[in-house]
């Protein structure tokens, strides 16, 4: 054993100097976007709606965005999905599972050591050749080793497959960070959505009573012989009209209730948002835009589909170096003995150093194709890589023109609802006053609770489609680490 420490060095010694480089592509980042600016530029829309937002071209996107809609309710909600969200803890687990993965596989550019003890008791025939030095036929054995192997990385073959898994583990956070984001994001709409139906829902119960009292004003006048049955029939149909509108909207309700509760990670029958209202929440005034060259790089999408390009880059070096030879090193050192105390003296040693190479000759050209599926699958990571950041340029472009028109809408919604308020007032006055009847004032009541709900649909739109820009920006992840699903 006297010569094991040595053999052990010389072993490890080798791990140091290898090939310079390693076959296979070098992994460059694809450059960014050339152009500096979005389809939609909807700056003009945004200042003159009724609640102004302004763009501010290159600001970064902070990490909890969804604390610039100024709800206390709001924030617990997203914070109770982070903590809960079966799916972000999915993503999570699948993230450490990547990163032990890599770990493990970095684990092969070290030599292996192992070490072995075996202890017998054994008796042979007298007409065979004695195991032991001193001729017994009863002996007992000890023999204790170590075994150190190492492969010799000369073409890179093992530094490749790390490259591949670390680019695998990257991939992984990435899509953790994209789950991330759209979960916030699905919490924020989800939530605005409910509340908005709720108020809808309102809105359509007081069309619907303000349409039976008109009704049962027109039979009233009907006996007195100021209206006819064709005036009955239409106040029928309008009341008809504003029943029907109420089951779909109850259905919607129920639906974005279960929704937002499965996304809290809470059973579908759960009221998550009940108490949240859209005069609760505010409008981020300030939105952060990101250019182009920024957005590649700050959306997880664009940056998963990134890692993978990487490692099916790496992926190609790994095929090519399975073809060509393989060199190993291995040693053994240890000793033995038929007794314990004696297992490590002089001339009990013993140890054993070893090379070898191995080159594949003939495997039915399944190297050669391995190698050629890894190419095909580069390219493939390529094109797929080129769609996602288009997509993602898309994205943005549409959600920004989305927010110009949910500007406009919001302008003229408000416009209505006001004129609609102005025109009851104006009824409720000459009703007082006897100019007008009733039927007439309880039209304009009408109108004014269908302009109230369009106004509610038309908040919700721009409080979900400002949600949405944040998400297509990315969320703000940034480069920082991923947080364990559970934390904030």
């Known amino acids: 054993m006297t010569r094991s420490p040595l053999v052990l060095a010389l072993c490890a010694g080798l791990t140091g100097p290898l090939a310079a480089c390693a076959v296979g592509p070098d992994f460059h980042a694809p450059a960014p976007p050339a152009s500096a600016r979005y389809a939609a530029d909807p700056d003009a829309s945004l ?20 604390r610039a809609f100024g709800s206390a309710r709001i924030d617990a909600l997203v914070d109770e999905a982070l903590r809960a969200n079966p799916d972000l803890k999915s ?3 699948a993230l450490r599972q990547a990163r032990e993965l890599f770990s493990a596989q970095r684990g092969a550019l070290l030599p292996s050591v192992d070490a072995a003890y075996q202890g017998q008791r054994a008796k042979t025939s007298a007409s065979l050749a004695p195991v032991l030095a001193d001729n017994s036929t009863l002996y007992s054995l000890h ?6 192997s190492y492969v010799l990385d000369v073409f890179g073959g093992v530094r490749r497959a790390t490259e591949a898994a670390k680019a695998q583990a990257e991939a992984q956070r990435f899509q953790y960070e994209a789950a991330r984001t759209s979960l916030i994001a699905n919490v924020v709409a989800a939530a605005v959505q ?6 809808q829902t309102q809105a359509a119960l007081d069309v619907a009573a303000s349409a039976r009292d008109v009704l049962a004003m027109t039979h009233r006048q009907a006996q007195l012989g100021a209206l006819g049955d064709g005036d009955i029939a239409a106040q029928e149909a309008t009341l008809a009209q504003a029943q029907q509108a109420l089951p779909p909207l109850q259905k919607a309700l129920a639906q974005q209730q279960s929704a937002l509760a499965v996304l809290l990670g809470r059973d579908p029958g759960a009221d ?14 300030d939105l952060p835009v990101a250019l182009p060259a920024q957005l590649v790089r700050q959306r997880p999408d664009v940056r998963a589909a990134e890692a993978n390009l990487h490692a099916a880059s790496a992926g190609v070096g790994v095929a090519i170096a399975a073809r060509l030879p393989n060199l190993t090193l291995s040693g053994t050192a240890g000793g033995a003995s038929p007794a314990l105390q004696s297992l490590f003296t002089q001339g009990n040693d013993f140890w054993v150093l070893s090379a070898g190479v191995a080159q594949p000759i003939f495997q039915g050209g399944a190297l050669l194709h391995r190698q050629k599926a890894a190419e095909a699958a580069l390219d493939q990571a390529k094109a797929q890589y080129r769609s996602t950041a288009l997509n993602a340029l ?12 949910d500007a406009d809408a919001l302008t003229a919604a408000t416009t209505a609802q006001t004129a609609a308020a102005r025109s009851l007032d104006f009824s409720r006055r000459q009703l007082t006053l006897g ?6 004032e309880r039209g304009a009541e009408q109108a004014a609770a269908q302009a109230r709900s369009a106004l509610v649909a038309a908040q919700a739109a721009r409080y979900a489609d400002t949600a949405a820009l944040f998400q297509a920006l990315g969320g703000g992840w940034g480069d920082t680490p991923a947080p364990k699903a559970g934390a904030s």
């Open 47 to 66: 200042a003159a709606a009724a609640q102004p937002q302004t763009v501010h071209l290159g600001a970064d996107t902070p990490r909890d965005w969804w």
């Open 91 to 93: 993503a999570d687990a």
């Open 143 to 148: 023999t204790a080793q170590v075994d150190v």
């Open 194 to 199: 409910e509340a908005a139906l709720r108020e």
């Open 272 to 285: 998550a948002g009940a108490d949240l209202t859209l005069q609760t929440i505010t409008l981020p005034h």
């Open 394 to 405: 898309k994205n943005l472009s549409d959600t920004l023109d989305a927010l110009g028109r």
């Open 435 to 440: 100019q007008i009847g009733a039927l007439t």
